[in-house]
């Protein structure tokens, strides 16, 4: 399976800033994933990251809200842009290889 | 009607005791089952992958998919302390481009 690491692990935001985050993954794939978990919830699925095109996101999602970049076949960043309290959520790339998927640690976020 | 529904517990059980977790679903065209567990404050982990119906077990755990019935369930023998955790299940048909869809989990705490 994948090795998946992001950064930052966790932070404390104020609201009305952005936030990137970045997903590291230790062999090349085609789609990227992320999701959202919010507090005591399951994971949502925000798009699908694809190397070279535009992301797809899912219904509720939009790119000015959470921009994402897919420069190579092993790194995605997120951007959670003008943070509001209901932002505050553990966000989580994933790759799916094989039929199932891996997930990173999680980016833990707090928006006051 | 969810696609995918689980019971969110919480599930509270002694040492030692088997534990079943289920979830249902309504698409048929899933051939892909993943169980994942999530510890507090972490991604999930990837802890059984089945394709189609049947069983599979390894150690403690096993794992069953009945297509008929759309119906899937770990069972964890011996429980142990170490076991309490949040489970997920996880479906997809494995088609090219096919997103994960999840249940919502189900706590799990095993008292010493």
């Known amino acids: 399976s994948a090795v998946i690491s992001q950064k930052p692990s966790r932070d404390i935001c104020q609201r009305g800033t952005s936030l990137t985050i970045q997903c590291q993954v230790d062999?090349?794939?085609?789609?990227m994933f992320w999701y959202r978990q919010q507090p005591g919830q399951s994971l949502t699925l925000i798009a699908t990251?694809?190397?070279?095109?535009?992301?797809?996101?899912e219904s509720g999602f939009v790119i000015d809200k959470f921009p994402i970049s897919r420069p190579n076949l092993t790194f995605s960043t997120l951007t959670v842009s003008n943070m509001s309290p209901e932002d505050s959520s553990i966000y989580l790339c994933?790759?799916?290889?094989?039929?199932?998927?891996?997930f990173g640690p999680g980016t833990r976020l707090l928006v006051l | 009607q969810k696609e995918v529904e689980q019971d969110p517990g919480p599930l509270s059980v002694p040492e030692g005791a088997i534990v079943s977790l289920n979830c249902t679903y309504s698409?048929?065209?899933?051939?892909?089952f993943m169980w994942y567990r999530q510890y507090s404050r972490k991604g999930p982990e990837l802890l059984m992958y089945?394709?189609?119906?049947g069983n599979k077990e390894d150690g403690r755990f096993t794992a069953q998919v009945d297509k008929s019935s759309k119906y899937i369930s770990l069972f964890i023998r011996d429980s142990q302390p170490s076991d309490s955790a949040t489970y997920l299940c996880?479906?997809?048909?494995?088609?090219?481009?096919?997103?994960?869809?999840f249940g919502t989990g189900t706590r799990l705490a095993v008292r010493p």
């Open positions: 990251a694809n190397q070279g095109s535009e992301a797809t996101y």
């Open positions: 089945t394709y189609s119906s």
């Open positions: 698409n048929s065209a899933f051939q892909y």
């Open positions: 996880a479906m997809s048909s494995g088609s090219s481009g096919d997103k994960l869809t």
């Open positions: 994933s790759v799916e290889e094989k039929g199932y998927g891996d």
């Open positions: 062999s090349q794939v085609t789609m």
